[in-house]
């Protein structure tokens, strides 16, 4: 069993995407393509041809260069068998599904919230995570089908994750999220130098992903919604009332 190698990208103006390959492989899968030219590019750097496209939702900054890619190449598009917004699937996966790509295995997680057929794709073999718009660090996706309720069951479920899981997220919204996070968390020691590092990273055009979900738990407000000090902060005990709060104090940040 090999551990692949992840290769992140920039597409449009802040969208990721990820391209998996195991050493040496003529074969890459890529997880939400939406800049054909970019695509291209990068599996012609690393000498290699497109044989799976991974899908996380149907939203058009994460599926827009499928066509062409599977026109070209003869990929094999996987994505949830419920998301009927998505272009034509050869792999249609269930929740809790399975997914062989190179050796390793992959646990389809359903995640509504972002939308409602919005799914995660997780590496057991090495606790990877890609994520798409559900989670990204110090944040989650805006609410635009969700519920809170579900979008909270839908980040319990990630934090039940190992610690050590590596979490590949769907845009580079680190430095915005924040500076959010600060205003409502503003003597959270870690989370402050984790902000040092957020500004250097942008100040040298560089990715703050992956994000590890052990840092998350402790600085991520979102996941943290359970928590003592969000309890006193919202006067609630009620962790989906107190995201629904969160997420709404975020949208008009």
Same mark, same amino acid.
């Given at each position: 069993?090999? &551990?692949? #190698? ?8 802040? #969208?990721? %995407? ?51 890619? &599977? ?22 996966? &269930? ?11 992959? @646990? ?27 989670? $990204? ?6 609410? $635009?089908? %969700?519920?809170?309720?579900? $979008? ?17 997220? %769907? ?7 924040? @500076? ?62 107190? $995201? ?5 104090? @975020?949208? #008009?940040?």
């Amino acid at each position: 069993m090999q &551990k692949p #190698n992840i290769y992140i990208f920039p597409q449009l103006v802040d #969208n990721y %995407g990820y391209l998996i390959k195991n050493p040496h492989a003529k074969e890459a899968a890529i997880v939400d393509p939406s800049d054909l030219e970019i695509c291209e590019r990068i599996l012609d750097l690393n000498d290699c041809s497109l044989s799976h496209i991974l899908l996380t939702h149907h939203h058009d900054d994460h599926i827009a260069a499928v066509e062409d890619l &599977k026109k070209k190449y003869n990929s094999k598009v996987i994505g949830y068998d419920l998301d009927k917004q998505l272009p034509s699937l050869d792999i249609a996966m &269930k929740d809790n599904g399975e997914l062989s790509l190179y050796g390793n295995t992959y @646990k389809i997680i359903s995640t509504p919230g972002h939308t409602m057929q919005h799914i995660c794709y997780y590496n057991i073999d090495f606790q990877m995570l890609f994520a798409g718009d559900t989670l $990204f660090s110090l944040g989650c996706g805006r609410m $635009f089908e %969700g519920t809170p309720e579900l $979008f909270w069951e839908s980040l319990t479920k990630i934090k039940k994750l190992p610690t050590e899981t590596k979490i590949y997220c %769907g845009h580079e919204y680190t430095l915005n999220n924040f @500076k959010f996070a600060l205003s409502i968390d503003s003597k959270n020691q870690e989370l402050k130098k984790y902000g040092e590092w957020i500004v250097k990273q942008n100040i040298d055009l560089r990715p703050t992903m992956p994000c590890e979900l052990s840092k998350e738990l402790k600085i991520n407000p979102f996941l943290r919604c359970d928590d003592s000090y969000f309890f006193e902060l919202y006067q609630s005990e009620d962790p989906i009332e107190i $995201f629904k709060k969160m997420r709404q104090a @975020k949208d #008009n940040f």
